[in-house]
């Protein structure tokens, strides 16, 4: 959520009517304020912290939330990548000399921020990885996890991550490919699916950058798949029982 008003739109149709059940929220994007609003009409939803580094899409940026130069590209915002990419020459953060105080700034801005809008966050997350750039932010993530009452290790848990089994291109690849997920998954475990539902949208449609130009189709097949009558019968056919990240606690 935040990142555009479509995808906040998207994400809460597909908790009010889907499987979704754990949100996400980048907290300097520019729809931050309708997500906090959205999330207390809402109060059902598990939200977790998508602590970022990066703003990706070539239309619309977000910069930090601090003063932290060595986290912003030359206009001040943050780059769009965090590992080198072809697409984007000398535009990702590790090509240049960040520095891991500006990172815990940072963070602790989001976290901050965050905790003091929306009264039911359980967790923290990472955009587009940003956690796993080293052990040193690793253990960073993790110490301020704990130290902000927010920390669910899935690992440690045993959770398990789950993907599409086949094409996801259409909404209805999509919503088979789920399905074929669901037959593979072993009773008495845990898994975590991720995905990005949002509306397809004139909004939607000019957000995107290179090497992912289809994102208002992509995403609109996300919300069609959370809040497929098929899927959400199958689920119960199959005596899956859905849960939030605040369930594991």
């Known amino acids: ?14 908790y009010k009517n889907g499987i979704e059940k754990s949100v996400e929220v980048l907290v300097p994007s520019p729809w931050f304020p309708e997500a906090v609003k959205l999330l207390k009409e809402n109060p ?14 070539d239309n619309i940026k977000w910069r930090p939330l601090t003063d932290c130069k060595s986290l912003q590209d030359s206009d001040g915002y943050f780059y769009p990548m965090i590992w080198t990419n072809k697409n984007y020459p000398n535009r990702n953060l590790l090509s240049h000399d960040w520095e891991l105080s500006d990172i ?18 359980s967790h923290i997350s990472a955009h587009m990885g940003c956690i796993n750039i080293n052990d040193s932010v690793r253990l960073l993530a993790q110490k301020l996890a704990e130290e902000y009452h927010i920390n669910i290790d899935l690992k440690e848990l045993n959770v398990m991550n789950a993907g599409y089994s086949g094409a996801h291109t259409t909404s209805q690849e999509k919503i088979q490919s ?10 008495g475990s845990t898994y975590l699916f991720v ?9 939607l449609q000019a957000v995107h950058h290179i090497g992912y130009e289809n994102v ?12 497929s009558d098929e899927v959400k019968n199958y689920i119960r056919q199959k005596g899956i029982k859905l849960i939030s990240y605040k369930d594991l606690k």
């Open 1 to 14: 959520m935040g990142f555009s008003h479509s995808g906040n739109l998207g994400i809460i149709e597909s």
């Open 216 to 227: 208002a189709e992509d995403r609109q097949g996300v919300v069609d798949l959370f809040t």
């Open 104 to 121: 815990e700034k940072e963070w602790r801005a989001q976290i901050e921020t965050a905790l003091k809008a929306i009264p039911n966050i």
């Open 44 to 57: 059902g939803i598990d939200v977790g912290i998508h602590l970022t580094l990066t703003s990706e899409w």
């Open 178 to 187: 789920f399905i074929n997920m669901l037959d593979t998954l072993k009773p």
């Open 195 to 203: 995905d990005h539902p949002a509306i397809n949208s004139p909004e």
